[in-house]
């Protein structure tokens, strides 16, 4: 067992070494996506093994997969009888383009007034270095209460493509009775939140040929079609003015709310004047008759994130491509949307086009138990830090792993973290609220020694 009190103040104590090894995590540009240097990706699983053997863990390992490698390490000196935690982390992190819309480089971590601005700072190098920093102050004040496994992926951001393989292949290795997840975020800033639902998704990249080369537009043009006009007349057809999705049966399978989480919704800090404020806009987009929480996360939605096509001269270019990305609900099917998505591809590209896609991914929504013991205890870890009771809510947006690990491992997650409604993830100008990272550290510690009465 170990002393609180110690550990906290080591913690504390040590505060400007935990950031500045969070810094030479963010350095590193692990860039999941194929624009990234593999190399960079390799770099990071390196040091973060190494991060982990130096802070006590054992048997810290690299595995690698199809793709991007695992990162695994186990301390498990709380005996055979003691309770197994698997604390998950990503260590890859999106593109950081466009660079020009950022005040400093992504890559170069830059501390302005309490924020620490990187690509990766809040999503998710600063948390796998806080679970570290929680676990290097408990051993500096005793022993591990409980067992302690830990896995960082190198494809959260492609949608963890291997991460069901590892699951299935190392059953054993990953078996736990819970799995601790720091990859969610706080409700709004001083008050922190506990996620119980997660969206899914359906991703596709589709590629529409026409002409085997861009053609000259006076001596061609109305002759053939143009592959940007039926990509545009396609997208255009998928939803309707409010977003509805037009895929036929689509919303067949979407599960209802109920009437307590109606009630959650209502009384949630993120009302409409929330999110006019957080968006910058005077108005919001949608369904009007369903509460703007409601739609952004627990209702399914379709974006287009990419369109690319043509040059700037008198020409019909002979490809378009999109990027069409779906966020499920559940208990929606992603291979049943995904096949829908593909048929209406079909019935709506007409010839002599062609079409492609080049690259899908899919994995389903979730919603996790959260009345467990060990849910309790962080909320009430949450609770002695910031003083209030975490927000229990769903969001929007995915972590694969989640429901991976409830239908592969049958465990179930307890999702929570500190990042900020502000901190730019996946945008520019990604930072971290260093006062914030810092409860966030102590709440994880408290956590660890509540765990011991268990
Ligand atoms: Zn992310």
Redesign the pocket.
Known sequence: MFNLEQALLYARENQAEFISSLKQFLKIPSLSRDEGDPQAIQQAATWLKQKLSDTGFEKAQIFETAMHPMVFAENLSAGPEALTVLIYGHYD??SPKPLEDWQTPPFDPTIKGENLYARGAS??KGEVILSISAIESILQAGTLPINVKVLFEGE??IGSRNMRDFLKTHKDMLDCDFCLNL?GGMAEKDHPGIIYGLRGAVTLILKITGAEKDLHSGLYGGLVLNPIHVLARLISKLQDEQGRIQLPGFYDSVRPVTAKEKELIAQSPKNEAYYLREIGTESLWGDPSIAPLERCTAMPTLDVALFQSGQVKMAIPSTAKAFITMRIVPDQDPDAIYEQLLKFIAENIPDPLTWEIVDHNKGPAVLVNYDTPYVELMSSALEAVWGRPPVFARIG?GIPIVAMLSTELGVDSIITGITLPDDN??GPNEKIHLPTWEKGLEAVIRFFHSLSAV
Do not use: K
Request: no cysteine; proline share 0%; charged share 40%.
């Open positions: 992190v999106q999503d998710n959260e951001e990859d947006g993830l996946h």
